[in-house]
């Protein structure tokens, strides 16, 4: 089992399955707590388990709730903020060692 992560104030982070090819990474959110403007090589999907976040890619913004799910391109600067606090599920392809 992988440990849970403080990353950015009010977000954690957690691995739950990991393949050089593929990551499955659990972020839960305070609300109000942001994660901050981004990007990396690594393609990303988010499902959103539970809350309500004001997602941005690349200058675009998108209001997600339960349910809802996302793609992000390679290096597409995307950030996002908890507007009700919740889970992301977020999956990356290759793995992102740097969450190792």
């Keep these: 089992m992988f440990p849970t992560v403080?990353?950015?104030?009010?977000?954690t982070r957690q691995v739950l399955a990991d393949d050089p090819a593929l990551m499955l990474?659990?972020?839960r959110f305070?609300?109000?707590a942001e994660g901050k403007l981004h990007?990396?090589?690594h393609v990303q999907s988010t499902f959103v388990q539970s809350g309500r976040f004001l997602f941005t890619i690349d200058g675009v913004?998108?209001?997600v709730g339960p349910g809802d799910s996302l793609m992000?391109?390679?290096n597409a600067v995307h950030g996002c903020r908890?507007?009700?606090a919740g889970m992301l599920v977020d999956s990356f392809a290759?793995?992102?060692d740097d969450f190792l």
């Design 39 to 41: 990007n990396h090589v």
């Design 30 to 32: 305070e609300q109000g």
């Design 72 to 74: 992000i391109p390679s």
């Design 61 to 63: 913004e998108a209001e």
């Design 94 to 96: 290759p793995r992102r």
């Design 25 to 27: 990474v659990a972020f």
């Design 6 to 11: 403080a990353t950015d104030p009010g977000v």
């Design 82 to 84: 908890c507007l009700e």
